[in-house]
Structure formats: structure tokens, C-alpha cells
């Protein structure tokens, strides 16, 4: 009785850091623990796990707007007839346009992306894709490329949201799927010549008394590559002596000691070049044309000279081809300013706006830099004073703002390295950038076209 009556109720219990300081244990605490190897089940498909403004979405609706005929009449699985059923080109090319925007440029790593990332898995829509069928269809075809960026800008010049009036064009080096090891002398490709023969000739002679050792496939894989390398060989030969030949038309007019040409046995058509950093690797010259009042690229080229005098007259009738348009006004950086070039572009009445050469010594040496000099044409003499107004000081500046802002978006993407190996394929690389940056572009132009009417 007396208990109950002194009991005053359930005792405060004491702290954690009140037991902790008087040396007593406690509970182990309840914590919530990941559980990895739970099975769940979801009920979602792969629509509603994409967020409805995501970028695969506009990239899937720009490709959609494509017309692919090119692709689609090569296609022989037909209905009503046998055959495998083909990927759809449309697919294959919104995986690539995709990819360059995420800044991935392997075959591999986009085939692993289409098993790994919910975007890929998207745009993919249950459909398997391998780097063999992602490396193959994009590397090849070149002319449809070509056909496809024509298509772009054509619709837009149509609809009249782009001119081509005023292009500013730049150059870029980007590496080639080259090491500098690889290049030889022409002695020494003579020997690897005879030593990739000497190599294609074991592998048939082993097939023939041993074909037990290998099966069938690997036998052809190791005979499809030393057929490879043997063609590659005989044609860094070839241009070896086409190198060796220019070197030498050089050298009577210069008057300066020739040196012994290299060619390479990985990538035959790359050159050694100097880049931005001033060093010098193995790689291939991108040329851009770019519209400078959109930002769209619409004219490209790929060669293998390490400078750009001469690049400026082709691709003014490389546009004039594709669109039927010549631009009015080329803005180009000193390096395409050769008198040669200035002329060729006013045959094709085309006012070219680039920097004078050595304006400040000619300042200096109490001369007049934009005076006519002794041997201009018309046409130099033109360009020379024209440099000198505030007017075209003005239009230059648009140069930097459009052809080396295309450039540096490109290097964002992933633009380094060529991926493939020959001046056509890596022209075909360069068209797909221009294809990617053109489709965005163009999405933004509708868009404000769009906005403003509506």
C-alpha cells in the first residue's frame, strides 16, 4: 500500500550521452539500409520515364521531320517478301545526332549507352543495336551525308529563315586516328610492303595445311586483316610519291633544300600539321562555312593541307552547288587571304573581308597599307582599301562571333579526334557534326519564326 501511495509514475528515462558518459550500453540503432537485391516491379514503360522537355525527345522529333529516302531505298526486306527486317535509319541517326551532343564519339561506348542509359534506351524503344551496325552505317555513304545537310539548309533557306548572303569560314585541326610512329619513308614502306606480302602468303599457306587450327572465321578475320594493312602500305607508297612530288614543285620556287616525304601506315592521307598549341601531329584541316547572321554551318571540307590559302574559291562553289546561292560577302582570317584567292572569289562576285598582312609594320615604315600597290588587280586593290573603312572593321568582327564560335561548339562536343581513318570518312565525320549543330539550330529558328507569327 505504502508503494503504490509513494509511487509517483514511470521514471525519466535517461539520455544517450547520459548513459554514454556514465559508461552504460545501449540499443543498437534502427537504421533504414539499402536493399539492393530486392526484386520490384514497375509498371512504367519507357515513355513515362522520360521526362516530357528531354533533349532525346527533340532530337527524335527533328529526325522524324528527315527525309531519309536515301537510306530507306537501299533497304531489300520489303513487305510481302522474305528477309530480316532492317533498323530503321531514322533510329541509327538519332543515336549518333544524340551522342555527339552527350560528347561521345565511339561506336562501343554508344552501343553500351543503348543497354545502360534511359535516354538511348528511348530513342533504341527496345530495339538491339551493335557498334558493328552503328560504326558501319555511319562511316559509310558519304553522299547521302551530303544530300542530308543540303536537305537541312535547303528547307530553311525555303522557308526563309536563312540567306547564306554573308558566310564566315575557318579551319580546325582535329587529330587523326594516327600515331606519329607510323610514318615511313618510302624505303621503308618498300619493306613493309614486302613483309605484309610475305605475311598474307603464311596465312594462306597455314589455312590450306593446317585448317584444324582455327575455325573458319578467325581464319578469314586474320586474312581480311593482313589484306588490310597490305593496302594500306601500297597506298602511304602512293602518297608518299604524290608528297615527294609537291615537295619538290615547291622546292624550284622557293629555292630551298627539299626534304624526303612520309607517309603513314595507320591513316595514308593524314599529314603532320601544326595545331592551335603549336605543336605538330598527324591530323586533317575541318573547313566550316557558317552563316553569320544564324550560326548555320552550311557549307563543309576535309583535306589534309596544312594550310588554309587556298581553301576559301572551293568552298564558294561548294555552296554555290548545294543551295544555288553565292554568298554576296566571305569573311575569312589572314591565313585564306592570298591574292590568288581575292581574285577567284571577285570572279564569282563575292566581296571578301579579311585582315591585311603586316598592316602595322607597313604603319611603321610610314606606308600606307591600304594604298594600291604595284601588281594589285582590281580586285586586291579593292579588298586593300575596303579593310580600311570603320564599315568593314565592323562586318569583320561578325568572323569571330560565327565561324570560330562553330569550331568551339564542336570541341564541346567531343570534335578532337577522327574516329575513322581516310579523308572521306573523316569528311563524313565532319558532315554529322554539321548535320547535329544544324538540326538545333534549325529547331530554334522555327521556333522564333513560330513564336513571332503566332
Known amino acids: 500500500m ?14 544517450p550521452g547520459e548513459l554514454a558518459a556514465k559508461g552504460q550500453r545501449r540499443g543498437r540503432p ?4 539499402p536493399q539492393r537485391d530486392q526484386v520490384e516491379m514497375h509498371w512504367r514503360s519507357l515513355d513515362e520515364l522520360l521526362e516530357p522537355d528531354h533533349q532525346a525527345r527533340v532530337v527524335w522529333g527533328a529526325v522524324c521531320g528527315l527525309d531519309l529516302s536515301g537510306w530507306l531505298d537501299e533497304i531489300k526486306a520489303v513487305e510481302g517478301h522474305v528477309g530480316r527486317d532492317a533498323t530503321d535509319p531514322r533510329l541509327l541517326l538519332a543515336l549518333w545526332i544524340y551522342a555527339i551532343l552527350d560528347g561521345v564519339g565511339s561506336a562501343r561506348e554508344l552501343a553500351r549507352l543503348c543497354t545502360k542509359h534511359l535516354a538511348y534506351q528511348w530513342l533504341c524503344g527496345g530495339v538491339s543495336v551493335n557498334y558493328h551496325l552503328l560504326s558501319d552505317w555511319r562511316s559509310q555513304h558519304g553522299e547521302k551525308w551530303d544530300a542530308l545537310l543540303t536537305q537541312i539548309v535547303g528547307s530553311l533557306m525555303s522557308q526563309g529563315l536563312v540567306t547564306m548572303q554573308r558566310v564566315a569560314q575557318d579551319g580546325m585541326r582535329v587529330r587523326a586516328s594516327a600515331g606519329k610512329s607510323s ?7 618498300e619493306r613493309c610492303l614486302e613483309e605484309a606480302g610475305q605475311q598474307v602468303e603464311t596465312l594462306k599457306r597455314l589455312a590450306e595445311e593446317s585448317p584444324q587450327d582455327l575455325s573458319k572465321r578467325q581464319q578469314k578475320s586474320r586474312q581480311r586483316a593482313a589484306e588490310e594493312r597490305q593496302r594500306r602500305v601500297e597506298e602511304a607508297i602512293r602518297q608518299c610519291e604524290e608528297l615527294q612530288k609537291q615537295r619538290e614543285a615547291t622546292a624550284k620556287k622557293s629555292g630551298r633544300k627539299v626534304k624526303e616525304a612520309r607517309a603513314s601506315t595507320t591513316d595514308p592521307e593524314a599529314r603532320v600539321m601544326q595545331f592551335s598549341d603549336g605543336g605538330y601531329r598527324p591530323g586533317y584541316n575541318v573547313q566550316y562555312a557558317t ?4 550560326g548555320l ?13 587556298e581553301e576559301l574559291p572551293p568552298m564558294l562553289d561548294q555552296l554555290q552547288e548545294r543551295y544555288g546561292v553565292m554568298p554576296e560577302e566571305a569573311l575569312v582570317d589572314g591565313g585564306f587571304a592570298s591574292l590568288e584567292a581575292i581574285n577567284r572569289a571577285a570572279e564569282r562576285e563575292c566581296t571578301v573581308y579579311a585582315p591585311l598582312k603586316d598592316e602595322e609594320r607597313q604603319r611603321k615604315e610610314g606606308k600606307d597599307p591600304h594604298a594600291r600597290k604595284k601588281g594589285d588587280s582590281d580586285a586586291v586593290a579593292a579588298w586593300r582599301a575596303r579593310m580600311g573603312t570603320p564599315l568593314a572593321k565592323l562586318v569583320y568582327r561578325l568572323r569571330c562571333q560565327t565561324a570560330e564560335w562553330v569550331n568551339a561548339v564542336c570541341r564541346n562536343r567531343g570534335f578532337w579526334q577522327m574516329p575513322v581513318r581516310g579523308k572521306t570518312k573523316c569528311r563524313t565525320i565532319a558532315v554529322l557534326y554539321a548535320i547535329t549543330h544544324d538540326l538545333l539550330i534549325g529547331e530554334k529558328l522555327r521556333l522564333e519564326a513560330a513564336m513571332a507569327t503566332g
Open 2 to 15: 505504502s508503494e503504490f501511495l509513494l509511487d509517483k509514475g514511470e521514471a525519466e528515462q535517461p539520455s
Open 30 to 33: 534502427r537504421l533504414r539500409v
Open 183 to 189: 610514318f615511313r619513308r618510302k624505303k621503308t614502306l
Open 291 to 294: 552563316d553569320t547572321e544564324t
Open 297 to 309: 554551318i552550311g557549307g563543309v571540307e576535309v583535306t589534309n593541307a596544312g594550310s588554309d590559302q
